[in-house]
């Protein structure tokens, strides 16, 4: 996942409030000189003399809280109780649980779940391997990894920090597509252990989803996982934000009626992102692209010692443009931003070429602010969800996830990929299609069916899949119940 938290929040403060000295005016006059929204007023407890009321305060950033409390507290017969940050209340004791599908009541209940009918189960299983496809979780499950080395913009926070993205990664799986996911934060960042404790995992889960690990490890973590495993193995920071960059971008050139693949395009941020959004331009058929990156672009040619900018300059580039972001900018038809912000200037947009598509993906603040390119932009895009045509990986892993692990797919293909970024574009009819809506709402249900069965498709046709067509759940619990065999 890329970008720091960012956008409006709520605090509660608890206040002890003495009538005589001190009107609820005074208090509220405080809180809005000091920048917050006061949009709640709850009485906990109340007294002739005194009364204890919840606020509850808007708030655009979370320094203001301290802003706001101190502004209050300077007030005479007001006394601070608590305050209650409800971003924080939201993650209190975690997001997720784990839940029993059927209830143990009785004896007979616990000998069928447990000892000693499980054990013909485990026999079953251990003849043929297969059926814990069936028998376990592991039919819908997908572990979230990371290391905590490159956690949204914060960067390398470490394994406990990571925790909450993890466990926020787990609840879209299973509210958007009813994807079982665990958090699983590793304290190492070593290559080689990663990968050893990953495969180790790996029997428990029917898919592995690799998160906020930092680049360059990131890329041979994930190739030797995917050529060692037989289960799926996806990073989401690569191929997630690849998948939905090219589902919007597939809209946005409808809308300025241009081809995909004569465009130019230049990429600002070559790191893992960039790479794998690269990658899928090529393979959708984009010829000319640029990238660039901090020392300028990179030119097909050169010789780099990173091996991912090496791969980078011996397949991009084909003109073998040269300079800053703003002399390769000329005539582009499109800039894709994974890098920082505030790197792309209203000049550089003027001279790029005629109904220029821009999206800006750096978060919290986008590479140009929407505000200012509006005028000189033609289809803007960014990584935030308080601007239209947000770049969200939501829109990709829960129905790709949902697709393999119904296939049982032994690996995630780049053709999949390329079917998961069209099935995305599609949901956006031609009736809906303009300059502020080249992306459907991460909300949209059509989103997740569209992709799994994408997905599914592609899986069959390049032979990953591992599930009989026609599967369905009524045959296999009728071949389970009859035979304890493997649907």
Same mark, same amino acid.
């Given at each position: 996942?890329?970008?720091?938290?960012?956008?409006?929040?709520?605090?509660?403060?608890?206040?002890?409030? @003495?009538?005589?000295?001190?009107?609820?005016?005074?208090?509220?006059?405080?809180?809005?000189?000091?920048?917050?929204?006061?949009?709640?007023?709850?009485?906990?407890?109340?007294?002739?003399?005194?009364?204890?009321?919840?606020?509850?305060?808007?708030?655009? +950033?979370?320094?203001?809280?301290?802003?706001?409390?101190?502004?209050?507290?300077?007030?005479?017969?007001?006394?601070?109780?608590?305050?209650?940050?409800?971003?924080?209340?939201?993650?209190?004791?975690?997001?997720?649980?784990?839940?029993?599908?059927?209830?143990?009541?009785?004896? /007979?209940?616990?000998?069928?779940?447990?000892?000693?009918?499980?054990?013909?189960?485990?026999?079953?299983?251990?003849?043929?391997? =297969?059926?814990?496809?069936?028998?376990?979780?592991?039919?819908?499950?997908?572990?979230?990894?990371?290391?905590?080395?490159?956690?949204?913009?914060?960067?390398?926070?470490?394994?406990?920090?990571?925790?909450?993205?993890? *466990?926020?990664?787990?609840?879209?799986?299973?509210?958007?597509?009813?994807?079982?996911?665990?958090?699983?934060?590793?304290?190492?960042?070593?290559?080689?252990?990663?990968?050893?404790?990953?495969?180790?995992?790996?029997?428990?889960?029917?898919?592995?989803?690799?998160?906020?690990?930092?680049?360059?490890?990131?890329?041979?973590?994930?190739?030797?996982?995917?050529? *060692?495993?037989?289960?799926?193995?996806?990073?989401? +920071?690569?191929?997630?934000?690849?998948?939905?960059?090219?589902?919007?971008?597939?809209?946005?050139?409808?809308?300025?009626?241009?081809?995909?693949?004569? !465009?130019? &395009?230049?990429?600002?941020?070559?790191?893992? $992102?960039?790479?794998? !959004?690269?990658?899928?331009?090529? $393979?959708?058929?984009?010829?000319?692209?640029?990238?660039?990156?901090?020392?300028?672009?990179?030119?097909?040619?050169?010789?780099?010692?990173?091996?991912?900018?090496?791969?980078?300059? +011996?397949?991009?580039?084909?003109?073998?443009?040269?300079?800053?972001?703003?002399?390769?900018?000329?005539?582009?038809?499109?800039?894709?931003?994974?890098?920082?912000?505030?790197?792309?200037?209203?000049?550089?947009? =003027?001279?790029?070429?005629?109904?220029?598509?821009?999206?800006?993906?750096?978060?919290?603040?986008?590479?140009?602010?929407?505000? *200012?390119?509006?005028?000189?932009?033609?289809?803007?895009?960014?990584?935030?969800?308080?601007?239209?045509?947000?770049?969200?990986?939501?829109? !990709?892993?829960?129905?790709?996830?949902?697709?393999?692990? /119904? !296939?049982?797919?032994?690996?995630?293909?780049?053709?999949?990929?390329? @079917?998961?970024?069209?099935?995305?574009?599609? &949901?956006?009819?031609?009736?809906?299609?303009?300059?502020?809506?080249?992306?459907?709402?991460?909300?949209?249900?059509? @989103?997740?069916?569209?992709?799994?069965?994408?997905?599914?498709?592609?899986?069959?046709?390049?032979?990953?899949?591992?599930?009989?067509?026609?599967?369905?759940?009524?045959?296999?619990?009728?071949?389970?119940?009859?035979?304890?065999?493997?649907?």
């Amino acid at each position: 996942m890329t970008g720091a938290a960012s956008g409006s929040t709520s605090i509660v403060i608890r206040l002890e409030i @003495v009538k005589e000295l001190v009107s609820f005016g005074q208090i509220a006059t405080a809180i809005g000189d000091a920048g917050g929204d006061v949009v709640a007023i709850d009485v906990a407890q109340s007294s002739k003399a005194r009364t204890i009321r919840d606020i509850t305060v808007q708030i655009n +950033d979370h320094q203001q809280s301290d802003l706001i409390v101190n502004a209050v507290s300077e007030l005479p017969g007001i006394q601070v109780i608590h305050v209650s940050d409800q971003t924080f209340l939201v993650h209190l004791g975690g997001k997720i649980e784990t839940v029993p599908k059927i209830p143990i009541k009785n004896r /007979d209940d616990l000998s069928r779940v447990y000892t000693p009918g499980v054990a013909r189960v485990c026999m079953a299983i251990h003849e043929d391997p =297969k059926k814990a496809y069936s028998l376990t979780i592991k039919r819908n499950t997908v572990a979230v990894v990371s290391d905590g080395s490159a956690v949204l913009g914060l960067g390398n926070i470490g394994p406990e920090a990571a925790m909450p993205v993890m *466990e926020g990664k787990a609840m879209l799986f299973k509210q958007m597509a009813d994807v079982d996911a665990f958090p699983i934060c590793l304290r190492t960042q070593d290559t080689e252990e990663i990968i050893r404790i990953v495969k180790a995992l790996a029997p428990t889960f029917g898919g592995i989803n690799l998160e906020d690990i930092s680049s360059p490890r990131c890329f041979e973590i994930e190739q030797r996982l995917v050529e *060692e495993l037989d289960i799926p193995v996806f990073h989401d +920071d690569q191929h997630g934000t690849a998948v939905v960059l090219l589902a919007g971008l597939l809209n946005a050139v409808k809308v300025v009626k241009k081809e995909l693949s004569r !465009c130019k &395009v230049v990429v600002c941020g070559i790191g893992a $992102a960039g790479i794998a !959004c690269t990658k899928m331009l090529l $393979a959708s058929g984009v010829v000319n692209i640029i990238g660039v990156d901090r020392e300028g672009a990179i030119v097909r040619g050169e010789t780099y010692n990173n091996p991912a900018w090496q791969w980078y300059a +011996d397949h991009t580039n084909p003109e073998r443009q040269s300079g800053t972001l703003s002399e390769v900018i000329s005539g582009a038809d499109v800039f894709i931003g994974l890098s920082g912000p505030k790197v792309l200037s209203v000049e550089d947009v =003027k001279k790029m070429a005629q109904d220029p598509i821009v999206f800006a993906m750096a978060n919290p603040t986008p590479e140009i602010a929407p505000e *200012e390119a509006e005028s000189y932009v033609r289809v803007m895009a960014t990584g935030r969800s308080d601007y239209p045509n947000q770049i969200n990986n939501v829109l !990709c892993f829960p129905g790709l996830f949902r697709g393999v692990l /119904d !296939c049982r797919a032994s690996r995630i293909t780049e053709e999949m990929k390329l @079917v998961a970024a069209k099935a995305i574009a599609s &949901v956006v009819s031609e009736e809906e299609l303009n300059e502020y809506y080249i992306i459907p709402s991460v909300f949209n249900q059509m @989103v997740v069916e569209k992709v799994r069965e994408a997905v599914i498709s592609a899986a069959y046709q390049s032979g990953v899949a591992r599930r009989n067509k026609g599967w369905e759940p009524a045959k296999e619990a009728a071949v389970l119940s009859s035979s304890g065999g493997l649907a």
